[in-house]
């Protein structure tokens, strides 16, 4: 897990910087007014490994579609 704390004028640009930084599955952990403006702390959780074991299992456990009109073999 990768948490960061991030300080910017406003919320949006906060946000704009932890997308750019983490991406869109990052998670505000927090968020506050300070002195700087918001400080918001956010964390993303990515195991490039579970991930691909996710997608293999959610692939062979699906049958195949068939597109409209055809018959199942």
Known sequence: MKIKRYTAPS???ALA???AE???DAV???????DEGI??????????????DANRQRY???PPVQPPGRPNP
């Open 39 to 52: 400080e918001v702390i956010a964390a993303v959780d990515y195991d490039e490994a579970l991930f691909a």
């Open 28 to 34: 505000i952990l927090s968020s506050r007014r300070s």
């Open 17 to 19: 910087r932890v997308r």
């Open 22 to 24: 983490q991406g869109a």
């Open 11 to 13: 919320m949006r640009e």
């Open 60 to 62: 062979s456990a699906s």
